[in-house]
């Protein structure tokens, strides 16, 4: 352990050069940085990172503007548009979707970020990948699937095949490694279940999910490993605008570290801005040191994270480690009577409870004070739907001392997602 802060320090200086590197190639080839370091009156060079904390924030809203305003690909690109070969875009889970390109040399550095992955979840060359997303325009897992390929395993894309037909691609071809959002991995068995898929016969030992906060929660990771038999879960987080951000600690399960080697990350009070107070939660920022071509400069995420206080992990790593990894959005938390509830708080009980097999939530912001409501959908198991309804709302009065009304839905009828889960509606006054 001596020799940690002495890395600390090395890792302090690394972004410090890398950072200044940044700067020096975006005044005046990027358009969109050069302008808000004009705006604000920012410094250009700076001797330390303590000075980079008086330039302005990034928002998605003024980079989505800035798209609107110079269709199709806005102005935050350091380069001619020639030298761009990737094209991506955001889900679009909060706000209009925003287009995303790369260069091959900004490719390769979010394809590295996604390696180090990779390598703490512990794949080799003899492991066979399946990705089971769409390939569309999400980044999602073309990284993953591209950094695989780099380190030498077989890899197998999944778009365009059923849930039924991974199922069977699974086990024909010996998977043992399963790229996917944590919701997913349930549908998966919930079909496998239906198809009298034998899951524990199957080779995957490794699960690697992202896409959304399950991974990091308990109850869901418990869920998954029950499902899949002999299977590691294991979490990870990035977006579209930054590129691959942290991964699970191989020792603390449901704690994420931040790559820092490539990453500069803050964590502020989203109502102020200014930095949360050591061991509060608070908003995620950060600022790609290797996306050149694209890159993002104190970014808000609008992830609410806890970061940990001790300065070394129990892996011997410093990297900021965010304890429970992504806590919900910004937006998503919700007061109910002065609680502040978010998602994963909900998905942290209902995850809990076997005979759950999916559920939506609605808050209604309508009335002067906000309510929150639960739809649930019984498992085939399930032999009382109204002992279960019961149940959950026990759960829920016993976490936050509130009555949540809950309801149970017929069979099926509840969506299942490939992609991010959209399980909350909001009903708010037009």
């Known amino acids: 352990m001596a020799e940690v802060f002495p890395k600390r320090i090395v890792l302090l200086n690394s972004q410090t050069t890398q950072l200044q590197a940044l700067l020096t190639a975006l005044v005046p080839a990027n358009p969109f940085y050069t302008r808000k370091f004009e705006d604000a009156g920012a410094r250009r060079r700076i001797a330390n990172l303590g000075q980079f904390h008086q330039f302005p924030f990034t928002t998605k809203a003024e980079l989505a503007q800035d798209q609107q305003a110079n269709p199709p690909y806005g102005t935050n690109l350091t380069f001619p548009l020639e030298r761009y070969v990737r094209c991506h875009q955001t889900s679009g889970t909060s ?54 390929l780099r380190m030498g395993c077989l890899c197998i894309p999944g778009g365009g095949l059923s849930s039924a037909a991974r199922l069977r691609l699974i086990l024909d071809q010996g998977i043992t490694v399963l790229c996917c959002t944590p919701t997913y991995g349930i549908h998966l068995a919930e079909v496998a279940a239906r198809e009298r898929v034998d899951l524990g016969a199957s080779t995957v030992r490794l699960m690697i ?108 790593r410093s990297d900021m480690a965010l304890e429970g990894g992504i806590l919900g959005r910004t937006d998503d938390m919700v007061i109910i009577r002065g609680v502040n509830v978010y998602p994963t708080a909900v998905e942290e009980i209902i995850r809990g409870i076997p005979d759950v097999a999916e559920y939506a939530v609605t808050v209604d912001e309508t009335k002067a004070l906000a309510e929150l409501t639960v739809r649930i959908e019984p498992s085939p198991k399930c032999a009382d739907a109204d002992q279960l309804t019961r149940e959950v709302q026990a759960k829920f009065e ?22 991010k889960a959209k399980r909350w509606t909001k009903v708010r006054n037009s």
């Open 95 to 148: 706000g209009a979707p925003l287009r995303w390109l790369d260069t091959a040399e900004s490719w390769n550095w979010a394809l590295g970020n996604w390696e180090q992955v990779l390598r703490v979840a512990g794949l080799t060359r003899s492991d066979r990948v399946l990705c089971a997303f769409s390939f569309g325009p999400f980044l999602g897992f073309w990284l993953a699937h591209e950094a695989a």
């Open 209 to 316: 999910v992202a896409g959304e906060a399950g991974g990091s929660v308990a109850a869901t990771r418990q869920r998954l490993s029950e499902l899949w038999p002999g299977v590691r879960v294991f979490d990870h987080h990035g977006m579209t605008e930054t590129g691959p951000v942290s991964f699970e600690c191989p020792v603390r399960a449901g704690v994420l570290h931040i790559m820092e080697s490539g990453f500069i990350p803050e964590v502020i009070d989203p109502a102020t801005g200014a930095a949360a107070a050591a061991g509060e939660a608070g908003e995620l920022v950060l600022t790609n040191l290797g996306r050149t071509a694209s890159p993002v400069l104190r970014y808000r995420t609008g992830d609410m994270v806890k970061p940990s206080t001790e300065s070394i992990c129990e892996c011997g």
């Open 398 to 419: 016993a976490a936050w001392s509130l009555r949540v009304p809950v309801s149970a839905v017929p069979p099926g009828s509840l969506p299942r997602y490939e992609l």
